[in-house]
Nanobody, 123 residues
Framework: QVQLVESGGGRVQTGGSLRLSCVAS????????MGWFRQSPGEERDFVSARGIGTGSTYYADFVKGRFRISRDNTKNTVYLQLNDLRPEDTGIYSC????????????????WGLGTQVTVSS
């Protein structure tokens, strides 16, 4: 009975920043790996980043190139994705996912998914 709700999307110009949030609710929310995927029209869904319980379980896609940072606030059952130096190719729907298995989360097989939040980068 885990629910994920994303927020923080918006429209920015190239070089701008956004901070996405994903709030997890449920009895086991604090025990799950949580992550982010994104997808654009005509493209496949791509893994972005994931974070386990501790900082030792942090994963990033190669295209992030240091521009994005994932963090987690266990007191709020919330994972954040800080998006910096945004580019038009970063445009897409960013969806939050979670699973007890970190690798399932990274692979896009998470048991739980949010509805997503739109990020649009213009130039």
């Amino acid at each position: 009975q885990v629910q994920l709700v994303e927020s923080g999307g918006g429209r920015v110009q190239t070089g701008g920043s956004l901070r996405l949030s994903c709030v997890a609710s449920g009895d086991t929310a604090s025990t799950l790996t949580m992550g982010w995927f994104r997808q654009s029209p005509g493209e496949e869904r791509d893994f972005v980043s994931a974070r386990g319980i501790g900082t030792g379980s942090t994963y990033y896609a190669d295209f992030v190139k240091g521009r994005f940072r994932i963090s987690r606030d266990n007191t709020k059952n919330t994972v954040y994705l800080q998006l910096n130096d945004l580019r038009p190719e970063d445009t897409g729907i960013y969806s939050c996912t979670a699973d007890r298995d970190p690798m399932a989360t990274v692979a896009g097989h998470g048991a739980y998914w949010g509805l997503g939040t739109q990020v649009t980068v213009s130039s």
